[in-house]
């Protein structure tokens, strides 16, 4: 039988952790507490507390979460911080909803958060939403209730079979995993977590199970130094092993340059519209990364792949020269690896070994993609002798400007008209082209960060989006989950500078996670959701069209009040679209005008009309598109 004699009661713990915190509260924060002997190197603390201290030194001060019998002790420590005022804790109605909301506040912001939840079902709940982070690179901490560690039988709601460790398994497969199996090795876990949550080039997820039994462990004399702090470095430069001078031959030999923008050139647009003007090349870029090159950059065709722009797929079909910038390569980026048909070859500038050496013919530079480019370009200007390949405009540019133009000129017929008569409302509505332009014009005017939910709304969004700076657009493409958008509207809240979002979505992505409309005024978030309502799953619709036909199983036949719904919580604020551009910039002013979160219904165009929509300009390998995209893709041979 265990020692308990040493182990405090209810009320003690609770003095002791209260006088911890009071002195961490009072000194300025763990460190300076530290520094000044506010706070003794040793400490007798449950595990639970310890876990909350080693994640405050991390600067990981807010956690959503949703409670539950698995977590009920590291709930209490997080009380008792919050209490003093060291972290902010944000209950929330869904574990789904909280891992967008964390996901968001780390994109927009760059600020760290944790997802408590219970055992079970919450804790896979919180791990499926976890796709989000995983794919787009944001660190997110990640801490779920765990079957005990003494195996006395099963616990409700762990994974029913007779084995150790199992839910550890489902994570360690999605990501990094560490189960506090025991107490003695959360320094250990703390770290890796630091290391996958703040990886200087892809952050990702880190999941941090607790055995119920192991959080309210006694910890005596522990030391705080334990703890670990800082951040990883970040990678220099791609190390120059004759790979500058073999890319800058390849840049120099090619006539059709192509550069693809992938998500971990976010800080890299400088450098990479530098390395457009001296190559002569052209940019396509990835939805994540919108606004990486102002919009209306004379080299930047925008968005490629199998929902890209007219122009971006034309210089991805054309170039003769591809030069990759931190992208995975996903398959709607590169119109599942067809993107690229008269391409010679590949420079791939990536930090990751395996994404680098994606595509043949390849000269893959390991490194920090911005560091990495000034070095290329410097290469290029001494080979240059200072000036740009190609002195005015060439046939190239040319080229793709005409399409751009084309482009353009496409988006513009659909935007002149704005209206189409739509068979299931049996009037005149919207088209989705027509109201994400006047939405997300209106957010940039309005200073609102746009937030896209997956489906139709998400990929006619970045078609439309027109930013001229990083930030402005966030389109989660990478796991494209439902409910995203409008779950991070809540981030608005949780952010050390509130900021305005407009969440854009369909109908069946809100009706994903609804219960943003209550979290979000509990919580205070500022924002508006734009409810494009066209009672289908569109996308999908669309795709069963193309393809068979026919499209089957995607739409319905219930009407739903949203605007009821909405007025149902107290302080949301809901609006109709109205059925004009006019009508929806109202609404939308009014919207921004209700302090605190809104709703605006607008219903939409779905049908045949290709004035409806932007169109495919890719390819993908889904459905009967298969055997065609598989075979030009081993002809290809990239």
């Not at 994606?358 to 993609?369: C, E, L, R, S, V």
């Not at 809540?490 to 992505?509: E, I, N, Q, R, V």
């Amino acid at each position: 039988m265990p020692d308990t004699k040493n182990f405090p009661s209810f009320e003690e713990l609770t003095r002791d952790r209260e006088k911890r915190a009071k002195a961490i509260a009072e000194a300025g924060g763990l460190e300076k507490a530290l520094q000044s002997g506010a706070m003794p190197k040793y400490v007798d603390v449950s595990l639970s507390e310890a876990i909350v201290l080693g994640l405050l030194r991390q600067g990981v001060t807010r956690f959503l979460v949703v409670l539950g019998h698995g977590s009920t002790e590291i709930g209490e420590a997080l009380r008792v911080y919050a209490k003093a005022g060291l972290v902010k804790v944000y209950p929330v109605r869904s574990e789904i909803e909280a891992s967008h909301a964390a996901a968001a506040l780390r994109w927009v912001a760059g600020e760290k958060a944790a997802v408590v939840t219970s055992i079970g079902p919450g804790a896979l709940q919180a791990l499926a939403a976890s796709l989000v982070p995983a794919s787009d690179g944001l660190g997110v901490w990640y801490l779920f209730g765990d079957e005990t560690s003494e195996d006395e039988g099963f616990n409700m709601q762990q994974i029913p079979r007779h084995e150790q460790n199992l839910f550890l398994r489902l994570c360690s497969t999605l990501g990094e995993a560490y189960s506090l199996h025991t107490p003695g090795s959360l320094n250990t876990a703390l770290r890796r977590g630091l290391v996958a949550v703040d990886h200087p080039h892809r952050q990702r997820p880190f999941y941090l199970l607790l055995p119920m039994n192991t959080q309210s462990a006694w910890m005596p004399q522990f030391n705080l130094d334990e703890l670990p702090l800082g951040a990883p470095p970040a990678l220099p430069a791609a190390v120059d092993d004759g790979s500058y001078s073999q890319a800058a031959d390849w840049l120099l030999k090619a006539k059709r340059v192509v550069i693809r923008a992938g998500g971990g050139a976010r800080e890299a647009g400088l450098e990479i519209a530098e390395l457009a003007d001296l190559a002569d090349g052209v940019v396509a870029t990835s939805p994540l990364v919108s606004g990486v090159i102002v919009y209306h950059h004379p080299r930047n065709m925008t968005v490629g792949g199998s929902k890209g722009s007219i122009c971006g797929n034309y210089a991805m079909e054309e170039g003769d020269l591809l030069v990759v910038v931190g992208s995975r390569s996903v398959c709607q980026s590169d119109s599942s690896r067809t993107a690229y048909p008269k391409a010679e070859g590949a420079i791939h500038v990536n930090a990751d070994w395996n994404d680098a050496m994606h595509y043949n013919k390849t000269i893959p530079m390991i490194g920090d993609a911005a560091a990495t480019l000034r070095l290329l370009n410097e290469k290029l200007r001494q080979r240059l002798g200072g000036k740009p390949k190609v002195k005015g405009e060439s046939e190239w540019l040319k080229a793709c400007r005409k399409e751009k133009e084309r482009w353009n000129a496409y988006k513009a017929e659909r935007y002149n008209h704005p209206k189409l008569y739509d068979e299931k409302w049996k009037r005149e509505l919207l088209t989705q082209p027509a109201a994400i332009k006047t939405a997300t014009d209106w957010a940039r005017k309005n200073g609102a960060v746009a937030f896209f939910d997956a489906g139709d709304v998400q990929a006619n969004g970045f078609q439309i989006v027109e930013d001229d700076r990083l930030g402005q657009t966030f389109t989660e493409t990478g796991a494209s989950y439902m409910g995203f958008g409008v779950c991070s509207l809540l981030a608005a809240a949780l952010a050390d500078k509130p900021f305005y979002g407009l969440a854009l979505t369909g109908d069946g992505s809100f009706m994903m996670n609804p219960q943003i409309l209550i979290d979000g005024v509990e919580h205070g978030a500022r924002g508006c959701i734009l409810l494009l309502d066209n009672r289908r799953m569109a996308a999908i619709s669309g795709l069963q069209t193309a393809q068979y036909g026919e499209a089957f199983a995607t739409d319905d036949r219930v009407e739903i009040d949203y605007m009821a719904m909405a007025g149902a919580v107290q302080g949301v604020a809901a609006f109709h679209g109205g059925y004009s551009i006019e009508e929806l910039i109202r609404a939308l002013d009014r919207a921004k005008a209700h302090d605190g979160l809104s709703l605006v219904h607008l219903p939409v165009y779905y049908g045949s009309d290709p004035l409806g929509g932007l169109g495919a300009w890719g390819r993908w390998n889904v459905g009967n598109w298969v055997q065609e995209t598989q075979a030009l893709r081993h002809k290809i041979g990239l």
